[in-house]
C-alpha cells in the first residue's frame, strides 16, 4: 500500500543552522504531498502541498520540491530559528478525497 | 479566535466509563474528521464525514462513535474506556476532500483514562 518515510525521531540543531528532513513516498501515480507543522499544545497546520513533479512548495522559509524520480519530497530550510521548533509531519493524499496518509512526524529541537 | 473549538481540553477518566468529546467548527467547511495522538501513533486518522455522512473509519472498535446533530458539530463519543485510549484526540475540517484540500484541526482533547 501507499506510505511515508520521513527521518525518525528528532533532530537537534542550533539556531542559523540548515535543516533537512527527508521525506520519501511509495504510491503510484501523482500523489499530493503536503508538509504540516505542529508547534506544542497544537494542532496540526498545513505548510505547504505540491502536486506535480518539479513543482515547489514553500511557506516561513522552508521549501521541498517534489521529486517523482527519487520519490521524495524533503523538507528543507536554510537557516532555522528557535521559533521553528516543532514537530513537522510528511504526507500524501494519492487521491483528491482518499485520506491522508502520514509519516511518523520529526520532532525539530531548535538549541539556543 | 480559535475556528474549530474542542471541548475539553483536559479530561480524566476511569475504565469503563463514557466520554463525549466536543467539535465545533466556524470555518463554513463540509468536510471533518477525527484523529487521534499518542505515544505509539504520532497521528492517527479515525473518521471522516461530508455533509454529516460518514464517509471513511478507519476505527476498528465499535467503542468509538461520532455524531453529528449540525453541519459544523462533529462529536466523538467514546463507550467502555480503556488505558489504551489516552491520548489527544484531534478534530480537523476541510472544505474539500482531504486529499486535495487544507486540513483544519482545533487544539485537541487530552484524554487520560486510569
Known amino acids: 500500500g501507499d506510505s511515508v518515510t520521513q527521518t525518525e525521531g528528532q533532530v537537534a540543531l542550533s539556531e542559523e543552522d540548515f535543516l533537512t528532513i527527508h521525506c520519501n513516498y511509495s504510491?503510484?501515480?501523482?500523489?499530493?504531498l503536503f508538509w504540516y507543522v505542529q508547534y506544542p499544545g497544537e494542532g496540526p497546520q498545513l505548510l505547504f502541498r505540491?502536486?506535480?513533479d518539479k513543482e515547489k512548495g514553500s511557506s516561513r522559509g522552508f521549501e521541498a520540491t517534489y521529486d517523482k524520480g527519487t520519490t521524495s519530497f524533503h523538507l528543507r530550510k536554510a537557516s532555522v530559528q528557535e521559533s521553528d521548533s516543532a514537530v513537522y509531519y510528511c504526507?500524501?493524499?494519492?487521491?483528491?478525497?482518499?485520506?491522508?496518509?502520514w509519516g511518523s512526524g520529526t520532532k525539530l529541537i531548535i538549541k539556543p | 479566535d480559535p475556528k474549530i473549538i474542542q471541548k475539553p481540553k483536559y479530561l480524566v477518566a476511569v475504565t469503563g466509563s463514557e466520554k463525549i468529546l466536543i467539535c465545533e467548527q466556524y470555518?463554513?467547511?463540509?468536510?471533518m474528521y477525527w484523529y487521534r495522538q499518542s505515544a505509539k501513533k504520532p497521528l492517527e486518522f479515525m473518521f471522516s464525514?461530508?455533509?454529516?455522512?460518514?464517509?471513511d473509519n478507519q476505527t476498528a472498535s465499535s467503542r468509538f462513535q461520532p455524531q453529528s446533530s449540525k453541519k459544523n458539530h462533529l462529536d466523538l463519543q467514546i463507550t467502555a474506556l480503556k488505558p489504551d485510549d489516552s491520548a489527544t484526540y484531534f478534530c480537523?475540517?476541510?472544505?474539500?476532500?482531504?486529499?486535495?484540500?487544507?486540513?483544519?484541526f482545533g487544539e485537541g482533547s487530552k484524554l487520560t483514562v486510569l
Open positions: 505540491a502536486s506535480r
Open positions: 504526507a500524501l493524499s494519492p487521491d483528491s478525497n482518499y485520506q491522508l496518509i
Open positions: 464525514y461530508s455533509y454529516q455522512k460518514l464517509m
Open positions: 470555518l463554513g467547511h463540509n468536510a
Open positions: 480537523a475540517s476541510s472544505q474539500e476532500g482531504q486529499g486535495t484540500g487544507q486540513l483544519y
Open positions: 504510491a503510484s501515480g501523482y500523489p499530493t
